[in-house]
């Protein structure tokens, strides 16, 4: 496809195309996972990123993870790993645009830090638990 580069994620069948959108259940079926989580996860490994803008208003440069002991831990996981995932931003209902293939640069746990990034998505201050800062491929 002109215009186009084609992504191949390492052990599956899918090539995603960047700027193209995709179902999740597409995505699911690539790469595993659920299909509501922002870090859909298989095998103890973070496969993909699913990241909704009015939850993370500078996705995918920069991530909100939210509190509660499941999205804290695969946060965590996500940024420990080394690979770069394949990132989707939603575009429309059932419709998540690929955006590249990312991993975590860095990871801020600093209260004032996570309030000021609250608020600028218009997000409860106490909703965040991290902020995630990627870096693409």
């Not at 959108?21 to 298989?42: F, K, M, V």
């Not at 989707?88 to 990871?107: H, I, L, M, P, S």
Request: proline fraction near 7%; charged fraction near 25%.
């Amino acid at each position: 496809m002109i215009g186009h580069k084609l992504i191949s994620w390492p052990g599956t069948m899918r090539d995603f195309v960047f700027g193209q959108s995709y179902t999740r259940g597409e995505i699911r079926q690539a790469l595993g996972g659920d299909l509501s989580s922002s870090l859909p996860h298989r095998d103890g490994r973070v496969v993909c990123g699913c990241f909704r803008p009015d939850l993370n208003p500078d996705a995918p440069d920069v991530i909100l993870s939210a509190r509660g002991p499941r999205i804290e831990r695969w946060a965590r996981v996500f940024a420990t790993q080394r690979e770069f995932i394949p990132c989707f931003v939603k575009a429309d209902t059932n419709a998540w645009e690929y955006v590249g293939r990312f991993c975590v640069r860095r990871v801020i746990s600093d209260l004032v830090e996570l309030r000021a990034r609250a608020r600028a998505a218009s997000r409860p201050p106490k909703d965040l638990s991290m902020v995630l800062y990627l870096r693409g491929r």
